[in-house]
């Protein structure tokens, strides 16, 4: 069974565009997470979908939002990019069947660098 | 509210040498603890879980991890270290309903050969 993608790897942008990122669950899995991962602060949970619809969601600004479709298929979105923005940010997906115990399985990440 | 936290940001061991990574938990319900490893340019890996079927909770590549609830601990540990075990180590908490997770600071390890 196919892993995490997450697409694309590696990302150069500049301060005040916008990007988007892309992840493709493990087949079968319905939940979706995004985390943030840099140096400072280390990994932190950004939002989580189930279905289409967010089930959660971390403290992070509102230029951060996310989605998912119909397939599982899950995208991340962040406008006005600030330096501090630059991050490896992970997906993550799991079956949510089980709560608690459901493990969730990583992608490589995308490296985003904002100029 | 739920939150991890591991003592020692760098471990260094010899070659063959006993690894032990500390986490301590806080929960306010039963805790559904986790241990992740990343490797360079790449995302986390399972290495085990505790979902209370057993205090001693056994993973990937002779690692292992004890739950103590009277120490409120989960702590990594693994005989013999390998040249390979060198990356970082996350411990984590899901919340009750399994849809976050709390990761700890993460340990980075290093192997001395």
């Known amino acids: 069974k196919a892993g995490v993608t997450q697409t694309p790897r590696y990302l150069i942008k500049t301060r005040g565009q916008q990007v988007t990122l892309s992840c493709s669950p493990i087949?079968?899995?319905?939940?979706v997470s995004w985390y943030q991962q840099t140096p400072g602060q280390g990994l932190q949970f950004l939002f989580e979908y189930f279905s289409e619809t967010q089930r959660n969601k971390g403290n992070f600004p509102g230029r951060f939002s996310g989605r998912q479709f119909s397939n599982s298929r899950s995208e991340m979105n962040v406008s006005t990019l600030e330096l501090g923005d630059s991050a490896l940010y992970l997906c993550?997906?799991?079956?949510?069947?089980?709560?608690?115990?459901?493990?969730?399985?990583f992608g490589p990440g995308t490296r985003l660098t904002v100029l | 509210a739920q939150s991890v936290t591991q003592l020692g940001s760098h471990v260094s061991v010899s070659e063959g040498a006993l690894v032990l990574l500390r986490c301590n938990y806080s929960s306010s319900v039963p805790p559904y603890l986790f241990w992740y490893v990343q490797y360079p340019n790449q995302g986390l890996q399972l290495l085990l879980k505790y979902t209370s079927a057993a205090t001693l909770v056994k993973g990937i590549n002779d690692f292992e991890a004890e739950f103590k609830k009277s120490e409120t601990s989960f702590h990594l540990t693994k005989p013999s270290a390998h040249m390979s075990d060198a990356a970082e180590y996350f411990c984590?908490?899901?919340?009750?309903?399994?849809?976050?997770?709390?990761f700890g600071t993460g340990t980075s390890l290093t192997v001395i050969p």
């Open positions: 984590a908490v899901s919340d009750w309903a399994g849809n976050q997770f709390y």
């Open positions: 087949s079968g899995h319905r939940s």
């Open positions: 993550a997906s799991s079956l949510s069947t089980s709560g608690p115990t459901d493990t969730q399985y």
